[in-house]
């Protein structure tokens, strides 16, 4: 974990178009192995050196849905942070993500209804500045009403 | 884990539109606190009961992108399985999924290109048979003409 911003809720009431997030950690092993023992997703592209090196990917990589765990994690830290209530995802994987890889995860703002509480982002990740995920989000974003 | 299903490749020649495979796990605290560290997202809906039950869940929910990696595990283990491409996943998010309950994630083939490797399915996650996570994917598959 390399991001200092702050983690907590930005309220509906404080959100505006623009306003963007990000959080940058790099993916390890560790973070391969714990996430195929959770998802069960044992795959030896993501496990197996000599496997790996044989497909089109030339080594391993990383599972799809742990880089998109990055951005869920600057939605539910960040923005609209915690109290949001994640609705919907899309998910478009472009290049592959590799053991040792920083990665930027970054979230922006690009419409919003404040009545309903409901925030659309645009969501990607980025290595060295190469898009290798991308796809919108769709939240209700917590309310300073209901505090 | 407790589908039994056999897992490895379906290259395209032999999938077909309506193929379908499955698999059953539950959601532990353990899984929960390994989301949490790899994804940074430690919003405390996720790990701090006295927190989440003054939420509108009324308790501890498991991440979004952990629950959807069961279906990302369906489809890099099973159908297509190893070698297959994830090129895109939409996900919505339906109801909560708590420590404690079994998840069926289910992956069935609803259109596919077989001169472009190119497969869409219809994914879901169920908790005894109610939808709690919904989408679409896009995968290249395997050929047994690059065996």
Redesign the interface.
Known sequence: ?LDNDY?GTICIEDIEIGMSRS?R?MITDR?IE??A??????????LDDDYANE??FEGRIA????T???I??VI??QLP???T?????????MAPVRPGDMVDAVVTVTDMDIGKRRVTMDTHCEIDGKKVLKGEAVVLAPSRKFD
Chains 1, 2 share one sequence.
């Open positions: 974990m983690r959080l950690k973070d714990m996430f023992e959770i998802s069960t997703d044992h795959n030896p592209v993501h497909t089109i599972h799809g849905m742990l998109a765990g990055l869920s994690a539910g830290e942070g915690h109290g209530v994640y609705l919907g995802q899309s998910l478009k994987f």
